[in-house]
């Protein structure tokens, strides 16, 4: 069994930046492909962002290209999230997840993450 934790969200004004922090404990988290969500009030849960095992291959939907970057530290079991230029539509929980899958393929899919961890708020004021 795995425990995510994420840390890092709070309150910040448009293009203000944050980095958050997802800690996993229970089993090294190096042989799973982590992945980023966020779930704004009274949407779906989207898809953010994806890292490799090794980190060596990212992801990111449109939306977030050239702002947010995903990056792990397996020494540490732990993945990063470092959003820049937010923007006020970028408020929304945002959650870690551990991906069940190393096939790359269909990677925004939450069915595949097998673990997830319960949220940190971010909120982008205009």
């Known amino acids: 069994q795995v425990q995510l934790v994420e840390s890092g969200g709070g309150l910040v004004q448009a293009g203000g930046s944050l980095r958050l922090s997802c800690v996993a404990s229970?089993?090294?988290?190096?042989?799973?492909?982590m992945g980023w969500f966020r779930q704004a009030p009274g949407k779906e849960r989207e898809f953010v962002g994806r890292?490799?095992?090794?980190?060596?291959?990212?992801y990111y939907v449109d939306f977030v290209k050239g702002r947010f970057t995903v990056s792990r530290d397996n020494d540490k079991n732990t993945v990063y999230l470092q959003m820049n230029s937010l923007k006020p539509e970028d408020t929304a929980v945002y959650y870690c997840?551990?991906?069940?899958?190393?096939?790359?393929?269909?990677?925004?899919?939450?069915?595949?993450?097998?673990?997830w961890g319960q949220g940190t708020q971010v909120t982008v004021s205009s």
């Open positions: 997840a551990a991906d069940q899958d190393s096939n790359p393929v269909n990677v925004a899919t939450t069915a595949r993450y097998e673990y």
């Open positions: 890292i490799s095992r090794r980190g060596g291959r990212t």
């Open positions: 229970g089993r090294t988290l190096s042989n799973n492909a």
